[in-house]
């Protein structure tokens, strides 16, 4: 058994303040100004996208597409959001994007002008999710650009 006489490594903290004041300029560029503004962009161009979308198969149902950002309370995160429905507009946004109850997605069950004896299944009009895949670029790229922005303002 060999024994090795102990070695001290010294480490040189002066800088370690002034790395921690960059990081926080960073934090507060990224989840303040930057990732909201970049999240509401995103949010946007598939709110613009899904409109185009559900235009094709309803009139009302575009007017009802909103978008945004907010922040998280519990963990400081930015999340970005598009929902469509609600307000004065139809009730329909769920029903196009989701379908009727037990269809898993794929129909909208009702009956022929309020005659129950007669059921028909119309197929679904997704709108959200499509535009959401269709744009996944330009959205990818908005987030970059949010983050590069972030890092120019913290001096990074």
Same mark, same amino acid.
């Given at each position: ?34 990732? @909201?503004?970049?999240? *509401?962009?995103? /949010?946007?161009? $598939? #709110?613009?996208?899904? &409109? ?9 149902? @575009?007017?009802?597409? *909103?978008?945004? /950002?907010?922040? $998280? #309370?519990?963990?400081? &995160? ?79």
């Amino acid at each position: 058994m060999t024994t090795e006489p102990f070695t001290f490594v010294r480490i040189d903290a002066s800088e370690l303040a002034a790395f921690s004041d960059v990081r926080q300029t960073f934090w507060n560029a990224m989840n303040r100004e930057e990732m @909201p503004r970049a999240f *509401r962009e995103a /949010a946007r161009i $598939v #709110a613009d996208e899904a &409109k185009q979308e559900v235009s094709k198969s309803s009139t009302r149902l @575009p007017s009802t597409i *909103r978008h945004g /950002a907010w922040n $998280v #309370a519990f963990g400081n &995160k930015t999340k970005g959001f598009v929902k469509a429905g609600g307000g004065r507009g139809p009730g329909l946004a769920g029903l196009f994007e989701y379908g009727s109850k037990n269809s898993g997605g794929r129909y909208i069950r009702h009956p022929l002008f309020g005659n129950t004896n007669y059921w028909f299944n119309t197929p679904t009009k997704p709108f959200l999710y499509p535009a959401a895949i269709s744009r996944q670029e330009a959205i990818a790229q908005e987030i970059e650009d949010g983050i590069e922005r972030a890092r120019r303002k913290a001096g990074l």
